[in-house]
């Protein structure tokens, strides 16, 4: 419901009596009259500003559809040996992930800058014209996001895109003053889902605390109450059935979640717990 109420302001406006006409785009359709259809190049700047001396240490990074802050403090996971490749930007610019464009259909690829920041250069960043919301500009390319269009532009599915494979990407551009009031709008109903969501996740949360603590107990003390038991060995696994064996990790699987697996790259490192070990 969420992403169709976007979806659906973005492309056809808050006012539902308004004329209607032809964009010109088949995935997109009708848009309201008084807007236009601008090239993407016309409205948004390749952001080719490079953090030359370090001159910014707030590094940001693109997870699941969100800027946020790295912290690289921590050292978690590969770092560069100098941030000075990274691409600087500011409030307002949008980023795009467009890698691993063949083997990753899921991911969300677009965030919306909220603070002055360094980030990798491996992304598209876009410095949007004076004139033009860029909030609103941000929810029509999350809704063509939602629609997977970056999957397919141009001849055939590439591995990776960049500014120049986007530059006639249409844009839909109302006046001005609607997309601030369809920006506010978004922002305002969007928050009430998250705060549906979040209420909705509480009870997910309790139900998976069950589900998992079946699963814990089954896998360990199995299905028979009545069984024999003995020590593990292990102290946080405890007694297990006595005719059970317990064996090491490597003598039964191979670890095969690493760069270059599946096309994983440095940027797709996320923050602890977050993540996943591929067996």
Not at 13 to 32: A, F, H, N, R
Not at 36 to 61: H, Q, Y
Request: some cysteine; overall charge neutral; proline content about 3%.
């Amino acid at each position: 419901k969420r992403q169709a109420l976007i979806i659906h302001t973005v492309t056809k406006g808050l006012d539902p009596t308004v004329l209607m006409k032809d964009s010109g785009v088949d995935w997109i359709g009708e848009i309201p009259e008084h807007w236009e259809v601008k090239p993407l190049f016309v409205v948004c700047k390749n952001n080719k500003e490079k953090n030359d001396g370090n001159k910014v240490s707030n590094v940001l990074s693109l997870s699941y559809g969100k800027i946020i802050r790295r912290d690289v403090e921590s050292n978690f996971g590969l770092l560069p040996a100098s941030f000075e490749t990274y691409q600087i930007i500011d409030d307002g610019y949008i980023v795009l992930r467009l890698t691993d464009l063949q083997n990753d259909k899921r991911s969300l690829r677009v965030g919306l800058v909220t603070e002055k920041g360094i980030i990798t250069s491996a992304y598209t960043g876009l410095k949007i014209n004076h004139g033009m919301n860029s909030g609103y500009l941000y929810n029509l390319l999350h809704s063509y996001d939602i629609e997977k269009v970056f999957y397919n532009l141009g001849s055939g599915v590439r591995q990776t895109m960049n500014f120049s494979d986007l530059r006639r990407l249409p844009l839909l551009i109302p006046p001005k003053i609607e997309g601030d009031k369809i920006y506010d709008f978004l922002k305002k109903e969007t928050s009430n889902f998250d705060d549906l969501i979040s209420k909705s996740q509480s009870q997910v949360n309790f139900l998976q605390e069950k589900r998992q603590a079946l699963i814990n107990h089954a896998v360990t003390e199995g299905l028979d109450p009545t069984v024999a038991m003995k020590d593990s060995g292990i102290e946080w696994i405890g007694e297990i059935p006595e005719e059970w064996e317990v064996k090491k990790l490597k003598f039964v699987s191979n670890v095969t979640g690493r760069i270059g697996y599946r096309g994983y790259t440095v940027d797709d490192i996320v923050a602890e717990g977050k993540g996943a070990i591929t067996l």
